[in-house]
C-alpha cells in the first residue's frame, strides 16, 4: 500500500465527547472525477462495538475505509480513532487492517513476514500467538507467494492482529475463506471483542453482519442508508411474498390492497410483496374471491436488502 496522506485535522463537537469514540467520522467526502464515492458520512463507532460495514460494490465501504486508516485523504470532513488522528494511531499501534487489495511481500516465510510486521509495532503480540488467533501455526514455514487465497487472507489477518491494536479494521476479510476456516475466523474476532476492544468490518452479506456483529451500518451509493441492530435491518428489509393465480386483477387494484407494498406479474401469477401477509391475505381473498393456488413465501433476505440498498440508495 503505497497511498500515505495525512488525515484533515479537527472536528466539531466537544472534544471529550469525540476523545470517547473508538472512530468518530464527521461529514466524510471523497470524489475520484466524476464518482462521488462517499458522500457524507458521519458515523461514530463507541469502543468495544462490533460494527459491520453492509452495502452492495461500489457502496463506498472501502473508500470510507481507507480513510479511516489515514490511506486516503477526504475531501471534506474528518476521521479520528480514539481522538487522534487516523496516521498517529495507526503508527501507535492501536489500529491493525485487513484490506481488500494488496499482495503480500513475495520471498518470505509466513512466520518472517509476520515477524517483520511485529518488529514495526510499539507493542506487538509474540509472533507464535499471532500466527495462532489467525489459525496459521501449520503454514508459517511456507512461502508467501504459494499461499491459496484463503491462506493469504489469515495471513492477512495475522498481521492485522501482530499489533495488538484496540481497534480492528477489516475490508471483506472472510472472501475466499472456506466455510471451516470461516468460521475459526469469526471465533477469532469473538475472543478479540470480548476483551472490550473495537471491529469494524465491511461485508456483502447481510447473514454474516447479523452473525458477528452488534451493529450494522448500511452503505449504499456513497451514503449510510441504514444504521442499526441486525434485528432493526432485518425488520426493515424482511417480510412475506404472496404468489397465486387471481384472474381479472390488475397490479393497480393488488398494490391499493393492506399488507401489500409491491406487485410484480411472474407469468400467469401474480407475486405481492407485503408487509404484513395476514391483511394482505384477508383483503386480497375479499376482494378477488376467486384467486387460486396461494402459496405465501418468506422473502429472501439477500434480495429484499438488495432492493432496500437500490431505493434507499438512489433516492440519495
Ligand atoms: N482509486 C480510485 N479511482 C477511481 N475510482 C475509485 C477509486 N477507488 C474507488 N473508486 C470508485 O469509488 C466507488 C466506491 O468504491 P469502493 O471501493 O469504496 O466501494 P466498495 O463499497 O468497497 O465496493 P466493493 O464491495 O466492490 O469492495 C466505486 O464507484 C469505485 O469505482
Ligand atoms: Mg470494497
Known amino acids: 500500500m503505497t497511498r500515505t496522506s495525512p488525515i484533515t485535522p479537527g472536528a466539531a463537537g466537544t472534544q471529550e465527547a469525540r476523545a470517547g469514540a473508538a472512530v468518530d467520522i464527521s461529514d466524510l467526502h471523497r470524489s475520484f472525477g ?22 452492495p460494490n461500489g457502496a463506498g465501504k472501502s473508500t470510507t475505509i ?8 477526504p475531501d471534506r470532513g474528518s476521521v479520528t480513532l480514539f481522538g487522534a488522528e487516523p496516521t498517529l494511531a495507526v503508527r501507535t499501534g492501536q489500529v491493525g487492517a485487513m484490506l481488500q487489495s494488496g499482495a503480500l511481500l513475495p520471498d518470505l516465510s509466513v512466520r518472517e513476514l ?3 510486521f511485529a518488529a514495526l509495532q510499539p507493542h506487538p503480540l ?7 488467533r489467525a489459525g ?25 492482529v501482530v499489533a495488538d491494536p484496540d481497534l480492528l479494521v477489516l475490508d471483506e476479510p472472510t472472501v475466499a475463506m472456506d466455510v471451516e476456516v470461516r468460521q475459526a475466523f469469526w471465533a477469532s474476532i469473538r475472543q478479540f471483542a470480548a476483551s472490550g476492544r473495537t471491529v469494524l468490518f465491511a461485508t456483502h452479506y447481510l447473514q454474516e453482519a447479523d452473525d458477528f456483529a452488534d451493529r450494522i451500518v448500511v452503505m449504499a451509493k456513497g451514503s449510510v442508508v441504514a444504521d442499526g441492530t441486525g434485528a432493526s435491518i432485518k425488520e426493515r428489509v424482511s417480510g412475506r411474498r404472496l404468489t397465486a393465480v387471481i384472474p381479472d386483477a390488475t397490479g393497480e387494484q393488488l398494490t391499493a390492497l393492506p399488507g401489500v407494498t409491491t ?10 410483496q407485503c408487509s404484513d401477509s395476514d391483511t394482505a391475505l384477508r383483503a386480497v381473498l375479499t376482494q378477488f374471491p376467486q384467486i387460486h393456488e396461494i402459496e405465501i413465501h418468506q422473502a429472501n433476505l439477500e434480495e429484499a436488502f438488495l432492493r432496500l440498498v437500490a431505493t434507499e440508495g438512489a433516492a440519495s
Open 34 to 55: 466524476e464518482v462521488r464515492a462517499v458522500r457524507g458520512v458521519d458515523l461514530r463507532i463507541a469502543p468495544g462495538e462490533v460494527v459491520a460495514f453492509l452495502g
Open 263 to 272: 406487485v410484480e406479474q411472474v407469468g400467469s401469477r401474480m407475486s405481492l
Open 66 to 73: 481507507d480513510m479511516i486508516l489515514g490511506l486516503t485523504r
Open 136 to 160: 496459521i501455526s501449520d503454514i508459517a514455514g511456507q512461502r508467501t507467494q504459494n499461499l491459496s487465497g484463503g491462506q493469504s487472507q489469515r495471513v492477512r489477518f495475522a498481521l492485522a
Open 114 to 116: 509476520v515477524s517483520l
Open 126 to 132: 509474540a509472533v507464535d500467538e499471532a500466527l495462532e
